[in-house]
């Protein structure tokens, strides 16, 4: 029986020749196969959401429309050329976006609306939301070169999720720690993707160190027992740390709904937001 070709996938002429002179090598069942890790996607959803922002960052600028509620000199806009699309005057927005009126009409985050407004969809509506050109350049250069990277290795199921759970997370954690300012931004889904990323790679590091011995595994015969290419402790962490996700997770919404101030529970958190210096203090005002 000739041995199968992992790589070409149909019996090679050598390898017929090699079991010919080699009859002491493997037999293997015709309909096995070998699992091979080295497994790539298309990506097609970070372009997707990449396309989405900039799509919605435009129709910002449409309904912002800053020439007609910004007449005179004083409200001069930026690059007025632009029609309807100019910018906020830079004294208002130096990020060259839309007034916070306008993306507040729009769904960006405000802690009284959430809380005392009853207007939960606001949590998912600002990932989508961008103060400026400069913030949403950054943010989706960032998502670009995380993301792509990502769900060609993973897919876009799991890249979604932790997209989408991880932008959640950080709108939940903007209203505990932010009461009388807007938010928007996909700053927190993109700090999820980053963890991910970072988490993939400690967690998994046995894989890297083992990369050739995984590789020669690929060349093993079809219907070759293989053992799982994760350890015990790897399953048991990622357990673990869907039950931090949840538990966390529910507790930051309890106290966001009860209209507690994060800033009670964590006292030293604001300096992770402000830096007091002799010219400002770092308070409610």
């Not at 930026?78 to 009409?105: C, D, H, I, W, Y």
């Not at 932008?167 to 980053?194: D, E, H, T, W, Y």
């Amino acid at each position: 029986m000739s041995r199968r070709d992992l790589e070409s996938g149909v019996a090679s002429k050598n390898n017929i020749a090699g079991n010919n002179n080699n009859n002491n090598n493997y037999s293997a069942a015709p309909n096995s196969y070998v699992y091979d890790p080295e497994i790539y996607w298309t990506s097609w959803l970070v372009p997707l959401i990449v396309v989405a922002n900039v799509v919605v960052f435009i129709v910002a600028m449409f309904v912002n429309n800053c020439p007609r509620k910004n007449p005179g000199f004083e409200g001069d806009c930026v690059a007025r050329f632009l029609g309807r699309f100019s910018f906020q005057p830079l004294r208002e927005n130096p990020l060259f976006g839309p007034s916070s009126l306008t993306l507040t009409k729009m769904g960006a985050l405000q802690w009284d609306d959430v809380v005392n407004h009853h207007q939960g969809w606001r949590l998912v509506t600002c990932i989508w939301l961008h103060a400026g050109i400069v913030h949403l350049a950054a943010n989706m250069l960032s998502l670009v070169f995380i993301g792509i990277r990502l769900e060609q290795q993973f897919g876009f199921v799991r890249i979604g999720i932790i997209y989408l759970l991880s932008g959640f997370g950080g709108s939940v954690l903007s209203s505990l720690f932010i009461r009388n300012n807007i938010s928007v931004g996909a700053s927190g889904a993109l700090f999820g993707l980053l963890g991910a990323m970072l988490s993939e790679l400690i967690t998994n590091w046995t894989i890297y160190t083992n990369k050739f011995g995984w590789l020669e595994q690929r060349h093993l015969p079809a219907g070759a027992r293989l053992k799982s290419k994760y350890m015990t402790y790897q399953y048991v962490m990622w357990i673990v740390s869907v039950i931090l996700l949840i538990v966390g997770l529910s507790i930051a919404l309890v106290m966001l709904f009860r209209g507690e101030n994060g800033y009670d529970h964590c006292h030293w958190c604001h300096y992770l937001t402000c830096l007091p210096t002799s010219k400002w203090k770092c308070d409610d005002s």
